[in-house]
């Protein structure tokens, strides 16, 4: 569980991200999810749009993707999801030690 000034960070690492996903017409199928995963463990904070032909509404992909993948939901904006999760590998663990130092100094 992420407190207000770990999110804050977060939000503000992801604020002049681009989105490196898009959930198009074919939805949320096997092979996105697998995308989102992987970018997820490499990148550890991912931005994800939901184009408007996409037959699912943003909310309804949070789910479907946190369900599956459980990571931790940063903020949504429109069309735009934002999500973070821990990577695994230690040399991905970038923003992650960031995150955690604040944790630690009990901001």
């Known amino acids: 569980?992420?407190?207000n000034k770990q999110k804050k960070a977060i939000k503000k690492a992801a604020h002049h991200e681009k989105a490196i996903l898009q959930i198009g017409k074919n939805?949320?199928?096997?092979e996105l999810m697998e995308q989102i995963d992987?970018?997820?463990e490499k990148r550890e904070l991912v931005k994800i749009s939901v184009l408007?032909?996409?037959?699912?509404e943003?909310?309804?992909?949070l789910e479907a993707i946190d369900q599956t993948l459980a990571p931790q939901f940063v903020y949504s904006i429109g069309h735009t999801i934002?999500?973070?999760?821990t990577s695994s590998e230690e040399k991905n663990q970038?923003?992650?030690k960031e995150?955690?130092?604040l944790k630690n100094k009990g901001v």
């Open 1 to 3: 569980m992420l407190i």
């Open 27 to 30: 939805g949320l199928k096997d």
């Open 38 to 40: 992987q970018a997820l």
């Open 52 to 56: 408007q032909n996409a037959g699912i």
């Open 58 to 61: 943003t909310d309804q992909a």
């Open 82 to 85: 934002v999500l973070y999760r």
């Open 94 to 96: 970038k923003l992650s």
């Open 99 to 101: 995150i955690r130092a």
